[in-house]
């Protein structure tokens, strides 16, 4: 099968690439930035990328077009497309149908964690030797791509998304999946360009639950109640919880090593160095789902213990005179407000310079303006990319001298550098690439 995508260059449209041709099939593909580093890795494996969305493309006559969420009416190839009647189908359900059809699907869905908890589950499997296809929004670093086949083993991990499939198809990504193994790791308002308010998200959520077999498991953060609220309105499937006493929970000991009980019953101790108790969450889910795949609660405890992390979750990307530089993907306020608890915990008195880009539609929109100034308290010093949400700097009022905004790139990062010194934790959160502001900082610390 020759199939043509159009979005190709998204984590998740490029991870159906690799996979596809990875399965035989000819693959083609578009998109409006072919740019590394997605695109030396797309033609490294013999995928011809067309930068825009130009109707002659057409020409290629492929079996059937693929095409990403971020395709919209009036865009001239699919345009071209719908008028000439030619086969197309979203992402979401060419995998359904081509890929993820016998396999055991492991998906893992909820506001925040999906990919970290996504990335822990398929190294669990892996280091089990269950070798397990996967398809990340994002690259876990014990395994240095976002997808694979894995055409010999039964065991399918997704990141489960619960934004919109395609512009034809308005339902959540993840209702294509079918699981038996399903993750909910915790749910809150979010995608407001999407969604009208937080029952509406809920609304999908419980699509996804009505589809996981009777057979299969679904694993819940028995601390949200908007998941509780989710289950309460039907399910058929068994569930395991965590984060409570009365179900799978873990506890942080004096030297970081975490133990891990089910109910009263020590399970084992897990040492490893990922901070904050979001991760002890996002393990205990990982743990419970790969133990459901057959997976035994030591050898999961063991994997864990060698698990890297993902690329842009408090990844660091550099120290220059003893001031260090994190990445992380935070861009809503429940993720922010974690994230640098978690860096508080390891970095204890010294500073931690929080700089912000308000780069998502939510975030844009302003939606999580009353929330913004809390979840950025606990940072000493916050400097925040207003160029695109203007709202922001009335929103950080709260903060006063503490916080700083700027329009201007390079104003930031001199002014970040500026207040630097040696101690400090500079840590920058945005869902994009910031533009390369890791890069410029310490370049900047340098001179």
Known sequence: MHIHILGICGTFMG?????????????????QDVYPPMSTQLESQGIQLIPGYSPEQIQLQPDIFVIGNVVTRGNPLMEEILNRNLPYISGPQWLSENILRNRWVLAVAGTHGKTTTSSMLAWILEY???????????????????????????????????????FFDKRSKFVHYHPRTAILNNLEFDHADIFTDLSAIERQFHHFVRIVPNNGLIVANGTDQNLKRVLQQGCWTPVETFGTENSWHAKLQ????????????????LQWDLLGEHNRMNALAAL?????????????????????NVKRR??????????????????HPTAIQTTINGLRAHAGKERIIAVLEPRSNTMKMG????FLADSLREADHVFCFTRDAQWAKAALMPLAEKADCFDDMNQLVQAICAIA???????????????????????????
Request: glycine share 12%; aromatic share 8%.
């Open 367 to 370: 939606v999580w303006k009353d």
């Open 421 to 447: 010194r040696p101690g400090d934790h500079i840590l920058i959160m945005s869902n994009g690439g910031f533009g390369g502001i890791h890069e410029k900082i310490l370049s900047a610390l340098k001179k």
């Open 128 to 166: 089990a030797g269950l070798n397990p296809g996967f398809l990340i929004g994002g690259i876990p670093e014990n395994f240095g791509i976002s997808a694979r086949i894995g055409d010999s083993s039964p065991f399918f991990v997704i990141e489960a998304d619960e934004y919109d499939t395609a």
């Open 254 to 269: 004096d030297n970081h090593a975490i133990d891990i009980y089910c109910h009263d019953a020590l399970q084992g101790q």
């Open 314 to 331: 408090m990844e660091k990307r550099g120290a220059i005179n003893d001031v260090t530089i994190y990445d992380d993907f935070a861009h």
């Open 15 to 31: 991870g159906i690439a690799a996979i596809a041709r990875k399965s035989g099939h000819t693959v083609t593909g578009c998109d």
């Open 288 to 308: 419970i789902a790969a133990r459901h795949a057959g997976v035994p609660v030591m050898v999961a405890i063991e994997a864990l213990a060698q698990f890297k």
